[in-house]
């Protein structure tokens, strides 16, 4: 069934310190599962009906059990230094809010988000082949996910302590601390186990699909830390995942560090120099551990 992009847009204007620069609108939308689900807009102060330029424009997925407005404070005012516009969606799993793990009416509407955006705030206009998708934890899964579609052309991706392998995510909540309540939530939102039903699993595995992204040609940046103690093993969701990603020939790059899960997509840690090998902010004192090559090829 096709989605109408019919949408309700409120003004709202950020009064953080913290913030300064930029400003946050929301919009509302019809989400694949049917429920509304609302969307921040964050885009420097200075944009808007009368001053407007193309810019480019991310899709940033929120991280699991966490909302829209919760993964901003991952953003702060970046955006103001580009310029770039971010869109932040609550979303929709397909049974559950919060944790859509990468369910495919998920995906289609990360991949409707800047004609939402557009219907929204007629004003506002993307810089042609601009759109990006930078996400963390399952933030960083459904980036991945959207980069194997063909619906939406992405002119880059950053996934920072992504999960690519969701069965195996389930067999490692169970020993993994404070994780011990998700297999059941994921029962519910997949509509089964990975042994009864390891196809809805597999869908949803950025790992299954390393083919669809592999011929996107799509630039993907993949950051994962050694010390992650949520997702912790990363040696099978981003280490196997990026081996065969670059058998495949994908154009994909890697940082493996040592920090906290959630603590490198900030932007006091890593997001600066995940965001100036794309062009989005400048370059100027910020360290980008890729090659010039693979940072400026769009």
């Given at each position: 069934m096709r989605l109408a992009l019919a949408v309700v847009a409120v003004t709202a204007v950020a009064t953080s310190a913290a913030h300064a620069g930029v400003r946050t609108l929301t919009f509302t939308y019809r989400s694949s599962a049917g429920p509304e689900a609302t969307a921040y807009l964050v885009l420097p102060s200075w944009y808007g009906p009368t001053r407007h330029p193309p810019v480019p424009f991310v899709i940033s997925p929120h991280g699991r059990g966490v909302s829209g407005r919760y993964n901003l404070r991952f953003w702060g005012a970046i955006a103001g230094r580009g310029p770039f516009i971010v869109v932040s969606p609550d979303g929709h799993g397909r049974r559950l809010p919060f944790y859509s793990w990468g369910w495919r009416g998920q995906i289609d509407d990360l991949a409707r988000m800047p004609q939402l955006a557009r219907a929204a705030f007629p004003w506002l206009?993307?810089?042609?082949?601009?759109?990006?998708?930078?996400?963390?934890?399952?933030?960083?899964?459904?980036?991945?996910?959207?980069?194997?579609?063909?619906?939406?052309?992405?002119?880059?991706v950053a996934a920072f302590d992504p999960v690519s392998d969701m069965a195996a995510r389930y067999g490692a909540w169970s020993v993994t601390s404070g994780e011990q309540q998700l297999p059941a939530l994921a029962r519910i939102e997949f509509g089964g186990t990975p042994t009864g039903a390891p196809a809805l699993y597999a869908a949803r595995s950025p790992i299954d699909l390393v083919g669809a992204i592999a011929r996107s040609r799509v630039p993907i940046q993949l950051w994962w830390s050694r010390r992650d103690a949520v997702i912790t093993d990363q040696h099978v969701q981003s280490a196997r995942f990026y081996a065969r990603l670059v058998a495949r020939g994908a154009r994909v790059r890697r940082v493996v560090g040592d920090w906290a899960h959630g603590h490198a997509m900030h932007p006091q840690t890593h997001l600066p120099a995940a965001l100036a090998c794309f062009g989005l902010i400048p370059s100027g004192g910020v360290r980008v551990p890729f090659g010039s090559a693979f940072c400026t090829s769009r």
């Open positions: 206009r993307i810089a042609p082949n601009r759109v990006y998708a930078i996400g963390d934890s399952m933030g960083a899964q459904e980036v991945l996910l959207l980069a194997a579609r063909h619906d939406i052309r992405l002119a880059g």
